[in-house]
């Protein structure tokens, strides 16, 4: 079946410094591409998306882009935050009449002071 | 956050009987789903509605029923319950027109 890999699942970061992470997918009819944060016991919350047509997004210091040939999607944080601390999910999302959205696993950033 | 509410919250359920979790929006949002998250799984769609009666299966279906008699409600069955269905269980809605998935609060199930 289609499926979303993503990578790494945790990633050690020192305070100040930048993050990627980064997704593949297998759908090619795929369209639009999510990324949540959830922070412990929370829902999941959308923090960006970007859609097919497009190849790059930021909003302040989060920033996404995508690579629809290689079936390739990353999310950068830059000038990390402890309050970055969260698992965040990227998706990969098709219009089937309804939008049946294919998760990662999650990835767990470890923000360091 | 307020336009999605799940109940119940927290559920402990013996294995073999049946349980409904029950999604109701505020939003008037024409989709719903349910997922469930597992660690290591991320979320997985269980099943959607894309609109009042009209359902379709998702990626982790087997076991699990789902209803929408209106467009504020969708209901979520396990019609026996097992122990693998032990999880965390997500409602989530969007609206016609619109990718965006908002996400209720959750309710935490335990089958023993």
């Known amino acids: 079946g289609e499926n979303v890999e993503q990578h790494p699942s945790t990633l050690s970061v020192q305070e100040g410094d930048s993050a990627v992470i980064k997704c593949t997918y297998s759908?090619?009819?795929?369209?639009?591409f999510p990324w949540y944060k959830q922070e412990l016991g929370k829902r999941p919350q959308l923090i960006i998306d970007i859609r097919s047509n497009v190849g790059e997004k930021k909003d302040q210091r989060i920033a996404v882009t995508l690579n629809k040939t290689a079936k390739h999607f990353s999310l950068h944080i830059t000038e990390t935050q402890p309050e970055d601390s969260a698992v965040y999910f990227c998706a990969a999302t098709r219009n089937t009449g309804g939008f049946k959205t294919i998760f990662g696993a999650g990835t767990r950033p470890f923000v360091k002071a | 956050d307020a336009g999605i509410t799940q109940s119940p919250r927290h559920k402990v359920t013996e294995t073999g009987t049946p349980v409904t979790l029950r999604c109701h929006q505020t939003?008037?949002?024409?989709?719903m789903y349910w997922y469930r998250q597992d660690p290591g799984h991320g979320l997985r769609l269980i099943h959607y509605s894309y609109g009042v009666k009209d359902t379709d299966k998702g990626e982790v279906s087997d076991g699990y029923s789902v209803s929408r008699s209106k467009t504020e409600d969708f209901l979520l069955t396990l019609e026996s319950a097992t122990s693998s269905q032990t999880s965390v269980y997500f409602c989530?809605?969007?609206?016609?027109?619109?990718?965006?998935?908002?996400f209720g609060p959750g309710t935490r199930l335990t089958v023993t």
């Open positions: 759908d090619s009819a795929s369209n639009y």
């Open positions: 939003e008037n949002h024409r989709y």
């Open positions: 989530a809605t969007s609206d016609r027109g619109r990718y965006e998935q908002y």
